[in-house]
């Protein structure tokens, strides 16, 4: 077997076999906790005496698990070597943080292990800030310096054929698992370089997590579902890390597994379970600014794909105008996402993004095809105490001059904060039939009436 090492013993001291860590490694007691002084010192040592022994040059050449043998194997002999005053946990510790140096992404991976965690945000080098369920916090998890923190992100860059440099200091990339990256250097970075990682969602919620969560009401779900299988088109509205992608991947899994999805994404995050599904991704242009490949781009050619329903992940631009035409003409059923901060916000914003395709519309005639391309809005919202809701489910009724009409269905009605600073309120029904129970009549899909009753109102604390 091919060896990464420079220079092996034959003589391994048994005691090595003793202290070996085990392959398989535990997140919970090993992998998660944070190195102290006397570690973090011998894992420096052991790592720097380990470059000079291993050849690098072949690392790339082995499987991943085949190096991470031979890692370990070589780490357990220069500890024992040096008589490292580390007991078997500590020694298994400081080998799994120098494995994660040689093959995985340094002080990172501890973060990237934990199920817990849902954004990573590298301030600095001695600054990582992560957020668990709604809320920001400061790790003790650190880099040695801006050039440690610069190569991990030209790992992660490189992985995926893009480059990050001075004239070219901001770049967009995806790990392994789908999880999204976004880095920034100086001298764009005043501080030093800063990295962001968007964890991918490796267990799929569903509508009944989410209503455990206090996200939404049974009643919210079943509204949702019905009018997906109906084929309404659904915008989903909202802030920045509120849930729209996780809302959009809850229900885009109502639609029928008989039905061709097209999806189209800038980062591909959508994790359909139907079986008939494409997935596109738009692409950066290269250094030489050729290559791009955009969102309106794809929606173009996805309507020659013959798509009983097309998906985009968010519209930000000039595709826009291509979605709404889609809608329009034969694509009912089509389901995106945009960023606003009010149902009335995200119309106003698709007028805006519509101009940026450089065409003019009469406001009337834009407005006209807006009112009839989108059925529902669904506004989400992360709030105070971190929790992700929906807080307006809107049907778009028509015009009335040049005014779009919206009728509220449901909305969530704050009371205030408690004494632990968790939103307290109520999801309320407006009593309002709204106008598409026909045509969910007319595809043999029930709806009761009752599910709008105002007097149900559905009271969620925080536990």
Known sequence: ????????????????????????????????????????????????????VMD?????????????????????RLMNEHNAPLNLDARRLVTTRIEDEVMGLGPLEPLLADPS?????????????????????????????DTHLLNIIDRIVSGVGRRIDESSPMVDARLADGSRVNAIIPPLALDGPSLSIRRFAVELLGADDLVTTGSLTPQIAQILEAVVKARLNVLISGGTGAGKTTLLNIVSGYIPPTERIVTIEDSAELQLQQPHAVRLETRPANIEGRGEVTARDLVRNSLRM???????????GGEALDMLQAMNTGHDGSLTTVHANTPRDALARIENMVSMAGVNFPINALRTQI??????????????????????LQEINGMEGDVITMSELYLFERHGLDEDGNVKGAFKST??????????????????????????NEFWRKP
């Open 1 to 52: 077997m091919q060896t990464v090492f420079k220079e092996v013993d034959p003589n391994t001291p048994a005691e090595a076999d003793r202290m070996r860590p085990d392959s398989n490694r535990n997140a919970e007691d090993v992998h998660l906790r944070a190195l102290s002084v006397v570690e973090r010192e011998w894992k420096d040592l052991v790592y720097k005496k380990l470059l000079q």
């Open 56 to 76: 690098l040059s072949l690392i790339g050449t082995l499987e991943p698990e085949v190096a991470r043998g031979q890692i370990r194997d070589l780490c357990t």
């Open 117 to 145: 965690v849902s954004d990573i945000l590298v301030n600095s080098a001695d600054q990582v800030y992560v957020e668990r369920r709604g809320r920001l916090e400061l790790t003790d998890v650190s880099f040695n310096d």
């Open 306 to 316: 013959r798509p009983d329903r097309i998906i985009v992940g968010e519209v930000r």
């Open 371 to 392: 009112a009839a391309a989108i059925d529902i809005v669904v506004q989400v919202e992360r709030q105070e105490d971190g929790t992700r809701r929906l807080v307006s």
């Open 431 to 456: 009593g309002i039939i709204p106008g598409f129970m026909k045509r969910l009549k007319q595809r043999g899909i029930e709806l009761p009436v009752e599910t709008f009753n105002p007097d149900a």
